[in-house]
């Protein structure tokens, strides 16, 4: 504003001496990948000590975006500058060597590595031969000096999600980054991690780097973000300062409408126990103790949450569940009957049905069609056959009449349902399991990955599933969809339920407490 | 038995499990790297007939030696290039280049059947070290590319996990993607290790027909490669169980030739079987023992690597 004011000769010698301090010039990046245009012509900045925000849905483009300022894609159009130089990023060792550094969402760690062997990767400045004593007192000491507590002599498979973050960090800081770029840090981190890791953050920004950070999470923008770029199907739309920031704003920008956010009920849940588990346990893949003595009920008419970090016994906990594992000790119950040891099939014919956590490999046939992959839980039954074969006619009338009354938009009934985007998937998904009028519903993560429109529709089916009565266990590691949804929230922590709260008692960080392992009062 | 057969036997082992010994360390930095090779095989054929060719020609084992670990070489050149530029799938293409290395090597030495070597590889025995009792003759009375193999295990266990370059190999079969993050050129390291690997398959090929037999005979490995393709997950991708396992196929298949001569009554047939029967026998157990100690193979074996991949 101050520029316009001036002539427009100093008003442009102004403009280019400000470019200058710019650690990072994103200019008219243009992306594409076969059939779609990730990045379309985006423009991005991050200034020296800042923290700059980019935030987006999922696919918007935000992580294209920051891996080719990373080295990982090459762009098709634009220009990348680094401190005022036009550079050309062949592979990540000309980013990292021009001090950029990333911390993916999928840690890129190697697992069978120590946190030394992982920070050094890729070093050409340390001897041939490696003495790995002393490699290990240098980092001790580096990570020492950023506050971020690792022990580098430590195997990573060994490491909490949130260590295995801070050795991505160190990753970076060893490596001399001066632009860091954090693609949804918060992800799968505890609150209180997220605490920590944001105090990490302010003083690594303190300290003169850029930090990048890839959110689609709004209280996060508004917590830590010095600049905010908000980017809208590979669009950027628009870059935001610190006091313009507010939610409403941001989340019109990001998605391009207003968005109404309502989830009140009309019922209260059933007195009836629908699902009853009494001291579950099992194993894990490993043939670890996967889920310790799991006791808990939950009501027709009920949303049971489980919350907590994922790879704490989710996963056992809805294949137990289903069918799909087999248990060591203790009982389940649907509807009273004793239904420990009871096959899949036998789970269905019992009113249970599954949303599983990996739609397109557990959930869903990647490569059959709409019809096919509908018809699954009732092709043997009466209406949809015909002696050994299938009324192929009942089952495409079944399936239209679904695909219309569910919205999901499918280009032909017969073309493979992998073609689908995530959210049209979920939504096939959840027409089977909810056609089938279960009593119980489990939905693993069920709105991960998807964008927040069809976040809101799926919510919305199981809000309507709770008022029909049926009795749903809703696992999630998203803490706002669990207190948002839940009448009741269980916590799951290293194969135990470490509490139980009623959902308007809810406090973020006595869930937060739970999930990292401390044993609350069971309230309620 | 007597003491004289039992080392006899012993030195026969360390000779008959050399040439598994040198396509089992080429296999295990192949696979180190990611990629798998069944088309070890075949190298070794291609390696054993035209090292043949070359020390038949020359009079000089050496350059049979150097020639077949060129041709084993360049036949692992056409699996990297296959597996890893245009992403094949790599037990498919080990298969074909197994299968193509059979029919070459016998069209190149169809004229050579037969034929005897005027100047194959000689024992030597090392001053001093040979007159130890019983690991003096078993190990230190060979011939030099025995010795060589020694140095090369000592070597290359310290290559893998001792330096920067074993350390960059191993990210590499463990992890591409972190690995080309960090600067590591992934796809380089896979090119060089599954060319070694063919070139050390090659090798072990060329000692066939320059010491062990030593002579040139269609299908003259007798499924040796695939025993070394065993043997690397026998030996957890480390050279240096790679040694000691070598030895034990070796001493079955010695064992077995002894008690043929010992006109000991089981079918030649029988005995012919034992090492592949072994086989099977210790890859039960060591699959069994590798899942109990939680030692698996390189994480990424076998998945091709695509930077740009969504």
């Not at chain 2, 059947?113 to 090392?126: C, E, R, T």
């Not at chain 2, 090798?203 to 025993?227: C, D, F, H, K, Q």
């Amino acid at each position: 504003m101050l520029a316009d004011a001036l002539p427009a000769t100093i008003a442009k010698g102004l403009k280019e001496s400000m470019s200058n301090s710019y650690l990072v010039e994103l200019k008219n990046i243009t992306k594409k990948f076969p059939g779609v245009i990730a990045n379309d012509k985006v423009n991005f900045n991050v200034k020296k000590g800042e923290i700059h925000a980019l935030l987006g849905e999922n696919g918007s483009g935000k992580s294209t975006l920051m891996s080719i300022l990373s080295g990982l894609y090459r762009p098709d159009e634009g220009e990348i500058i680094i401190n005022g130089t036009r550079m050309v990023f062949k592979s990540p060792r000309h980013a990292i060597s021009a001090g950029i550094g990333m911390v993916h969402q999928h840690f890129k760690l190697i697992d069978s590595f120590s946190v030394a062997e992982n920070v050094i990767l890729g070093d050409d400045r340390i001897p041939r031969v490696l003495n790995m004593k002393e490699i290990e007192k240098n980092l001790a000491q580096l990570s020492l000096r950023y506050g971020l507590h690792i022990n580098p002599a430590s195997m990573v498979w060994q490491l909490s999600v949130g260590e295995k973050q801070r050795v991505e960090i160190v990753k970076m800081l060893y490596r001399g980054s001066q632009v860091l770029i954090l693609d949804e840090p918060t992800a799968v981190l505890t609150p209180q991690e997220t605490d920590e890791l944001f105090r990490n953050i302010k003083e690594m920004a303190k300290s003169g780097r850029g930090i990048v950070v890839i959110t689609h999470k709004l209280h996060e923008v508004e917590q830590i973000a010095d600049r905010v770029t908000v980017l809208r199907k590979g669009n950027s739309v628009a870059t935001l300062e610190r006091d313009q920031i507010n939610r409403q704003e941001l989340a019109r920008l990001m998605v391009g409408q207003e968005i109404t956010t309502q989830c009140k009920r009309n019922t209260r849940p059933g007195t009836q126990k629908v699902l009853e588990l009494q001291n579950v346990s099992c194993l894990n893949d490993l043939g670890l103790s996967g889920l310790k003595n799991i006791t808990f009920e939950v009501h027709s008419g009920e949303i049971f949450g489980i919350a907590g970090v994922a790879g704490n016994g989710q996963r056992e906990l809805a294949e137990v569940i289903y069918g799909l594992r087999k248990i060591n000790s203790g009982s389940i119950l649907v509807n009273g009957t004793n239904i420990t040891g009871y096959s899949p099939r036998q789970m269905i014919d019992c009113g249970v049905a599954l949303v599983p956590e990996d739609r397109l490999g557990t959930g869903l046939i990647p490569n059959l069609g709409t019809i096919d992959n509908l018809i699954l839980k009732d092709y043997r039954k009466e209406k949809m056959n015909r002696g050994p074969f299938i009324n192929w006619q009942k089952a495409k009338q079944k399936v239209s009449r679904l695909v219309d009354s569910f919205e999901v938009k499918v280009s032909s009934l017969e073309a493979p349902v992998k073609l689908l985007s995530g959210g049209n998937l979920q939504r096939l998904l959840l027409a089977r399991e909810i056609s089938s009028k279960p009593q119980l519903l489990i939905a693993v993560y069920p709105v991960r990955g998807l964008d927040i429109k069809a976040t809101e529709a799926i919510h919305e089916l199981l809000m309507g599933q709770r008022e029909k009565g049926t009795a749903i266990l809703l696992i999630s590691e998203d803490l706002d969809e669990i207190c948002k949804l839940s009448d009741r929230i269980g916590v799951l922590s290293n194969g135990s339920i470490t509490g139980i709260i009623s959902s308007d008692q809810a406090d973020i960080n006595e869930i937060g407490l739970l999930m990292m392992g401390e044993t609350g009062a069971e309230a309620i | 038995m007597n003491h004289d057969i039992f080392i006899a036997i012993l030195a026969t082992a360390v000779t008959a499990g050399t040439p598994i010994l040198y396509a089992a360390l080429g296999e295990i930095l192949t696979e180190r790297a990611g990629i798998l090779n069944l088309g070890v095989e075949g190298m070794m054929l291609v390696g054993a007939v035209c090292g043949f060719i070359i020390a038949l020609n020359t009079a000089n084992p050496w350059y049979g030696i150097l020639i077949a670990m060129l041709a084993g070489g360049a036949v692992a050149l056409i699996h990297a290039l296959l597996t890893i530029t245009l992403k094949a799938n790599q037990v498919v293409s080990g298969l074909a280049l197994t299968m193509f290395g059979t029919g070459l090597s016998g069209y190149i030495g169809k004229s050579y059947v037969g034929m005897p070597l005027p100047a194959p590889f000689h024992k030597i025995a090392l001053p001093g070290l040979s007159n130890i009792p019983v690991i003096g003759p078993v190990f230190f009375n060979q011939d030099p590319m025995v010795y060589l193999s020694y140095i090369l295990v000592a070597a290359l266990w310290f290559l893998t996990f001792k330096t920067r370059s074993g350390l960059h190999l191993r990210a590499v079969g463990e992890n591409p993607a972190a690995a080309d993050s960090m600067g590591v050129n992934a796809f380089q390291i896979r090119y060089i290790y599954v060319v070694i690997g063919g070139m050390l398959a090659g090798i072990g090929g060329a000692y066939l027909s320059l010491y062990y037999v030593p002579s040139w005979m269609e299908n003259i490995t007798a499924g040796r490669g695939w025993i070394a393709v065993a043997l690397v997950i026998f030996a957890t991708w480390n050279p240096v169980n790679a040694l000691w396992g070598s030895y034990l196929f070796g001493g079955i298949d010695a064992l077995g030739f002894r008690l043929q001569t010992l006109n000991v009554n089981v079918s030649p047939y029988f005995l012919k079987m034992l090492p592949y029967i072994f086989t099977v026998v210790v890859l039960v157990l060591v699959t069994k023992r590798n899942m109990v100690k939680r030692i698996g193979s390189p994480q990424a074996l076998g998945l091709p690597y695509d930077r740009e991949e969504r």
